[in-house]
């Protein structure tokens, strides 16, 4: 995790980034957690994809939960 957080905070502070603050990680997160739920729902589960929504892939929006995850534990 170490590992990904410096390569993470290193890109931040080359491109003049600023991390949001923790209140608003949290709420992407949720965010974040409910697209991955829903997915979850509509391949394993008993909710079918409606027509108009978006294809998503679980490895993507499992990577958007470890983004959000790792500009948390960079926060300072």
């Known amino acids: ?38 997915l979850v729902n509509h391949l394993y589960g008993d909710k079918p994809k409606r027509s108009d929504e978006k294809q998503q892939e679980l490895e993507e929006e499992i990577g958007d939960i470890i983004y959000t995850l790792i500009c948390f534990a960079n926060f300072k």
Do not use: H, T, V
């Open 1 to 38: 995790m170490k590992k990904y957080q410096e390569e993470l905070d290193k890109r931040f502070k080359e491109n003049d980034w600023k991390y949001w603050s923790p209140l608003s990680i949290l709420a992407r997160l949720y965010e974040e957690c409910g697209e991955f739920a829903r």
